[in-house]
């Protein structure tokens, strides 16, 4: 009778370790369903729950085979609680980088990040307690461990996604030697320019070149620069697709 009585223990806890799995898969995926959280994941929380569940079931069991208290088996566990610091490092970190994943919205589903130093580039698909599935520009799968997020460089390009613009930054080599103050003569020539006169008007705020000073135009500092700058600004402005 009493191997009976263990038996049907043991199978209880089983069935309520199933069951509590079944109702977090459950949750989880309500969670996703809802429109405003469909780019947030909780599989990370969802899966310290599960093991939570399964080492509870793992409590009960041992008690209900050794026929002790629960508490009695718990109390048993701090002897070996450096081994578990062990067994469970990795989950630990993984548990600590997910928090600070989602609590800082740094890494969301669907955002398309890059990590030179893993030669990766694509979109998240996946976000759980151990690892985030990456699916690459080619199509490929790669898996990192979400602890890497915390201590490797990546670049998340959702940002600039999400805004329909991107930022872009270039160089344009100048030699030094033709940078020059603007005189009379160079200013009333380039006012007939279509395309220059705009900025440079801006440039003289309502004065007139053939009425000023040289010295005025080197006080404020107005050189052939300047005005290159303002010109190549305003056509920027001006192009279609440029904000």
């Given at each position: ?144 461990p979400t602890k890497n997020f ?94």
């Amino acid at each position: 009778m009493t191997a009976i009585n263990t038996i049907c223990g043991i199978l209880f806890f089983i069935f309520m370790s199933v069951f509590f799995n079944e109702m977090l898969d459950i949750v989880n995926s309500s969670y996703l369903r809802k429109t405003k959280r469909k780019n947030h994941s909780i599989k990370g929380y969802i899966q310290i729950g599960k093991i939570l569940v399964h080492i509870l079931a793992a409590i009960m069991i041992l008690a209900v085979m050794s026929n002790k208290s629960p508490i009695i088996i718990i109390s048993s566990l701090g002897a070996v609680a450096a081994v578990l610091m062990i067994v469970f490092q990795h989950t630990l970190l993984s548990l600590v980088a997910n928090v600070q994943l989602s609590s800082n919205d740094v890494l969301q589903l669907g955002d398309w990040i890059e990590m030179p130093d893993k030669n990766l580039s694509g979109e998240v698909t996946d976000i759980a307690l151990h690892t985030i599935t990456i699916r690459n520009w080619d199509n490929t799968i790669s898996r990192i461990p979400t602890k890497n997020f915390l201590t490797e460089t990546y670049t998340n390009w959702q940002a600039m996604f999400s805004s329909g613009a991107r930022r872009i930054m270039r160089s344009i080599a100048i030699d030094q030697h033709s940078v020059r103050f603007l005189d009379q003569e160079m200013l009333s020539s380039m006012l007939t320019i279509r395309g220059v006169s705009e900025p440079l008007a801006t440039l003289l705020d309502g004065r007139d070149p053939g009425g000023v000073a040289d010295r005025w135009f080197v006080d404020n500092g107005l050189t052939n620069l300047t005005l290159f700058r303002h010109l190549s600004d305003a056509l920027s402005r001006r192009a279609a697709g440029y904000y």
